[in-house]
Every structure is written in C-alpha cells, then in structure tokens.
C-alpha cells in the first residue's frame, strides 16, 4: 500500500485553465436556469439583496413578474465577489426575514367573509415562493451536475501539468475525473469523496454543514432582541401598535393566541411558510459524517501514510470534518511530512488555521508551496 496521500480541490482544476470556480457556476446559470441565480442572489446571505425592495422593477424581476422578468441578469458585483465566492457556505443563509416580507408584500388582501374569496390565492403565493426555495436544493444540484459535465481543461494545459505520483492514494474533492483521463491515475486509487460526474444526476454531494437545530438556534438569538422583531412597533403616528410581521408572528411571537394577525389567513400561511423554509435546511445539508462512513475502506488505507501534499483545496470549514478523519486513520501521524499548495495570502492563513486545528504534533514538517500557472 502507498505511504502518499494527495488530497485534490478546485484549485488543481483551475491550475489546469478550468472554468470551475463558483462564478463560472453562476455565469452557466445564466444561459440554462436564471431562476436560481434569482432565488439566490434575493433570499440568501446576510444582507440578500436588501436594495431590491426600493426598487419596484428589480423586485418584479426576481419575483418573476411580468413584463420584468425577461430583463437580463441585473450586474450585481457585491452577489458575484462575495455571496457566489463560496455559495456552499452560503446556502446556509437563508434569509428568513426577506422571505416573510416578500410572502406577506405578495399576499392578496382578502378576508373569509368576502366574496370573491379563495383560500387558493393566498395558497399559491406560498406555493411559488417556496418553490423558488426548493431551486437552491434539488435543482441547483442538478444544474450544478449538468455543469461539471461540460467542464474541460484549457488548451495548452499540458504545460501546466505537475508531477504526480500515479501509486500514490488520491482523496479527491473534485467531481470531475481528470485525475484519470489527463494524469492515467487508476480509478481504483482515487476516492471520489462528493462524488464523480459519471455518477447519477442527483447524488452529487453539495450543500451546507451547519446543523438545523444549531443554526436555528443561532439564528433566533441573534435576532431575537432586533427593533424589528419586538412585540410593539411605533407607526408613522408615534403610536404603538402590537407586531404585525410575517416574520416576527412566525418566529418571535411567544404566545400565538395574541398575535396581531390582522386576518385570519396570515396565521394558517404563516405555518405553511415556517415548515416549508425550514425544511429547506434538510435538504440542502451536506452530512459529512454519512460520506466518511460510505468510504470507510478508504480511509482505513491510510494507516502507513508518511507523507501528504494538498494540491488546490481551500481547507474551509465545510471540509473540516474529512482532514480530522485523516489524522484520526494515521498510525503515526507524528511522522507524516505535508505539503500545502498555496495561491495567496489567504491561503497561507488557511494552512496555519488547519495546522492548528488539527493539533499536528510536528509542525516543522509542515510545509508550502507556490500553485501558480507556468509561462
């Protein structure tokens, strides 16, 4: 059995001239399915597109309304450097408050005592709202599979190659398989741990990692005491009056007999909305706990590694839970030289980060080196 480990991330491909980053992502989804693009860029991430709500034509865009909605993709740079830098990261952003809002901006304003009432008008705004959440979970998958597929090294990537040991274990994070058609490494040595292309639409591994329960919990302490989301609100009169919002009645409200619910429908709503969004956050949960144990074997081959090299991996958090399962599998880790590939700054920060969090004995046998495309 090998004593080499190379662990593989996005940054390898990239080496390559690979169009793989998470922007090159966003810009596919811009010629198959900008409704994604739409439901991320309005309800994910902690400010989620706040401007859009001052403007009436940008808002019907994401909405979908028409006529707006066959406008282009509006330029958001703020969206495309920072919420689509690490969109994985950001799918555990939902934006509760925004979805609330826009749910009760969107709901008719009927009461069960007229006539012309229908409980499927306020039952289809909720239906289409959570449909567009259900887009960042099982479509965006798929979308994202669809896309791995057309991904191809750049002309002239040869030059760029680097020198691999072909013997050596491969704990790959990318779901593409270049490690086999471009470096004629055996499938058998590569652990494909999200998952390969060739695999079924579906069953790529993508999402978030932080906990339901956790992240619930989170969520509601630190919004708790927001003026927002306080019982009593001062209206444009200097009077106040008992808290009216979606998301406040939802969330905050301790006993759900006294709410100001102002219609009766907005209470049934307010439920439906609630178990809908945070269903969400199982659906898109990443279980790295799940994946390790599916490749067990693999990991009970590293027992005699001596030495690892981590080539274009951004050592995030979402990842964390695989490179402690590393150490934990080595005999003597004690004795283990690494070699981190690093790009920037950031990256140079990273690996001080892993180092200290993995509590690896013998930091002098940590080393880097330079991932920049050759001339």
Same mark, same amino acid.
């Given at each position: 059995? !090998?004593?080499?480990?190379?662990i593989?991330? &996005?940054?390898? +491909? ?5 169009? !793989? ?16 693009i @739409?439901?991320?860029d ?7 597109? #706040? ?9 019907d865009w ?15 740079? *703020?969206?495309m450097?920072?919420? *689509?830098? %690490? ?6 952003? /939902? &934006?509760?408050? @925004?979805?609330? +809002?826009?749910l009760?901006?969107? /709901?008719?304003? $009927?009461?069960?005592?007229?006539? %012309? ?12 709202i ?18 791995i597929?057309?991904?191809?090294y750049?002309?002239g ?11 050596a ?9 270049f490690?086999?058609?471009?470096? !004629? ?9 999200h998952?390969? @292309?060739? %695999? ?7 999402g ?8 619930y919990?989170m ?19 200097? @009077?106040?009056?008992?808290? +009216?919002? /979606?998301?406040y009645?939802? =969330?905050?409200?301790? &006993? ?6 102002r &219609? ?13 969004f945070?269903?969400? =956050? ?7 706990e ?11 081959? $590293?027992? #005699? ?22 150490v ?5 880790? #004690? ?7 690093v ?6 920060q990273?690996v001080?980060? $892993? ?8 930091v ?11 001339t």
């Amino acid at each position: 059995m !090998s004593e080499r480990l190379y662990i593989i991330g &996005n940054g390898f +491909d990239r080496y390559h001239g690979a169009p !793989s980053s998470y922007y090159d992502f966003r810009t596919y989804l811009t010629h198959h399915n900008v409704d994604i693009i @739409k439901t991320f860029d309005l309800y994910f991430g902690p400010r989620s597109l #706040g401007w859009t709500l001052a403007h009436p034509i940008l808002i019907d865009w994401y909405l979908g309304d028409f006529p707006y909605f066959h406008l282009p993709v509006p330029k958001n740079e *703020w969206s495309m450097k920072w919420l *689509w830098s %690490d969109f994985e990261k950001c799918l555990s952003m /939902l &934006n509760r408050e @925004k979805l609330m +809002d826009i749910l009760d901006v969107k /709901l008719p304003n $009927l009461f069960e005592d007229d006539e %012309d009432f229908n409980y499927g008008d306020y039952f289809i705004t909720l239906d289409d709202i959570s449909e567009r959440v259900r887009l960042c979970s099982f479509e965006m998958r798929y979308q994202f599979h669809k896309w791995i597929k057309t991904l191809q090294y750049a002309k002239g990537y040869k030059r760029r190659m680097i020198e691999l040991d072909r013997d050596a274990l491969f704990l790959n994070f990318n779901y593409t398989e270049f490690l086999e058609s471009v470096y !004629s490494v055996a499938h058998e040595n590569i652990c494909y741990i999200h998952g390969s @292309k060739r %695999d079924k639409y579906g069953s790529l591994v993508l999402g978030h990692h932080l906990e339901e329960e956790r992240e619930y919990e989170m969520w509601i302490h630190k919004n708790r005491n927001r003026k927002r989301n306080r019982p009593n609100l001062k209206g444009k009169n200097g @009077k106040y009056f008992a808290n +009216d919002k /979606l998301c406040y009645l939802a =969330y905050f409200l301790d &006993n759900p007999k006294k709410g100001n619910w102002r &219609n009766p429908i907005r209470y049934y709503v307010v439920e439906g909305a609630k178990e809908r969004f945070e269903g969400y =956050y199982h659906e898109s949960y990443k279980d790295t706990e799940t994946v390790i144990l599916q490749h067990e074997g693999f990991f009970r081959n $590293l027992a #005699g590694i001596k030495e690892i090299t981590v080539i274009g991996h951004s050592l995030s958090d979402v990842d964390m839970a695989y490179f402690e399962k590393i150490v934990a599998s080595i005999a003597d880790v #004690g004795q283990v030289r690494w070699r981190f590939s690093v790009y920037s700054k950031r990256d140079e920060q990273n690996v001080k980060g $892993l180092v200290k969090r993995l509590n690896l004995p013998v930091v002098e046998n940590v080393q880097t080196f330079s991932l920049q495309p050759k001339t």
